[in-house]
């Protein structure tokens, strides 16, 4: 059947094409629009320790409305940006938005910011983030920089200055999407981390494969000894939770400790986790 639709094939394939290439024009403007129309807002979801089930921090995920389209996810839209070049604006956006939102909370636990490459690469980043931080009154410490593997592709030294920089300030960096990359141990080692997340495909199979668990068990030994936080990303089952607590994870994050969510509902759960010790809720119960 291949080859008899052979001819038809190639010509279904064209015009995907060129539907593609009319789509990244009209995203692409769309975005240059996006920005000025308000229409992209953070949504926050928690991290938690799966010993006292606190609310540790939050990581901040962009979300755009597109008055037609609807919502836009970011893993369809933050390529487009990032060719396009719209990615420096946007991701200065989310990074004044999540330090002012994060200066209001009612208890001072940290927020995530993910940047991409070509953000992480600007020779003037620490002087943005400290302006961002000094207009929020965020202190250094409340805010994570989350960056993947694909940051290390670029000028190893622009990398570098600007981690040790930031870290200077104290402000945290993350390696997000653990376990994904092609060469994440040799990141480890010429790059100083503070925290590894390890990638949601690792997460899971926990409970389901032998191999799934031990590799996740090595990453945290691998952490012990680099002395760096480990975060387990993506967990959705109540198996996944009670394997990540028996190999002893203590931060995870995923839709069944709770979903990416407004500012608001953010403000109400910290509010809800900051009464006393027995008040809290724990880690994995379902909530009120
Ligand atoms: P990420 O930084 O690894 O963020 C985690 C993604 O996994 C989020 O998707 C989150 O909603 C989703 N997630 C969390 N828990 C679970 C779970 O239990 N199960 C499943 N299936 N998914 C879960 P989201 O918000 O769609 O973002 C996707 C990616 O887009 C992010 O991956 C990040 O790389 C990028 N992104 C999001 N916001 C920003 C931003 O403000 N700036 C930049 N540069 N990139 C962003
Ligand atoms: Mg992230
Ligand atoms: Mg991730
Ligand atoms: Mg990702």
């Known amino acids: 059947?291949?080859?008899?639709?052979?001819?038809?094939?190639?010509?279904?394939?064209?015009?995907?094409?060129?539907?593609?290439?009319?789509?990244?024009?009209?995203?692409?403007r769309d975005l240059l629009e996006a920005l000025a129309n308000r229409q992209f807002h953070l949504v926050y979801q928690p991290v938690c320790d799966t010993g006292?089930?606190?609310?540790?921090?939050f990581e901040a995920l962009i979300r755009w409305h597109h008055p037609v389209r609807g919502a836009v996810p970011p893993s369809h839209f933050i390529p487009v940006a990032e060719q396009a070049g719209m990615i420096l604006p946007i991701g200065a956006w989310v990074l004044e938005t999540a330090c002012v939102e994060a200066a209001s909370?009612?208890?001072?636990?940290r927020v995530?910011?993910?940047?991409?490459?070509?953000?992480?690469?600007?020779?003037?980043?620490?002087?943005?983030?400290?302006?961002?931080?000094?207009?929020?009154?965020?202190?250094?410490?409340?805010?994570?920089?989350?960056?993947?593997?694909?940051?290390?592709?670029?000028?190893?030294?622009?990398?570098?200055?600007n981690m040790v920089g930031l870290r200077a300030m104290g402000v945290r960096i993350s390696l997000d999407d653990f376990g994904t990359g092609h060469s994440s141990l040799s990141y480890l080692r010429r790059f100083p981390f503070d925290r590894i997340k390890i990638d949601r495909s690792f997460v899971q199979n926990l409970g389901g494969d032998v191999e799934a668990r031990a590799i996740v068990h090595s990453v945290l030994s691998l952490g012990r000894s680099l002395k760096l936080d480990i975060v387990a990303e993506g967990v959705e089952t109540d198996l996944q939770l009670r394997e990540l607590r028996i190999l002893r994870?203590?931060?995870?994050?995923?839709?069944?400790?709770?979903?990416?969510?407004?500012?608001?509902?953010?403000?109400?759960?910290?509010?809800?986790?900051?009464?006393?010790?027995?008040?809290?809720?724990?880690?994995?119960?379902?909530?009120?």
């Open 1 to 28: 059947a291949a080859k008899r639709s052979g001819r038809n094939t190639f010509m279904v394939y064209d015009e995907h094409m060129e539907r593609d290439a009319a789509e990244q024009r009209g995203l692409e």
């Open 52 to 57: 006292s089930g606190e609310v540790m921090s």
């Open 105 to 109: 909370w009612p208890r001072p636990v």
């Open 112 to 161: 995530a910011v993910n940047m991409s490459p070509p953000q992480f690469l600007q020779l003037d980043l620490c002087d943005q983030v400290r302006r961002a931080l000094d207009r929020a009154g965020l202190p250094p410490g409340r805010l994570d920089i989350e960056v993947t593997e694909g940051l290390m592709l670029g000028d190893e030294e622009v990398v570098l200055n």
């Open 249 to 288: 994870c203590r931060l995870v994050q995923g839709y069944l400790l709770g979903r990416p969510m407004p500012l608001a509902a953010a403000q109400s759960l910290l509010q809800a986790t900051s009464e006393p010790a027995g008040a809290a809720r724990s880690v994995g119960s379902p909530t009120a």
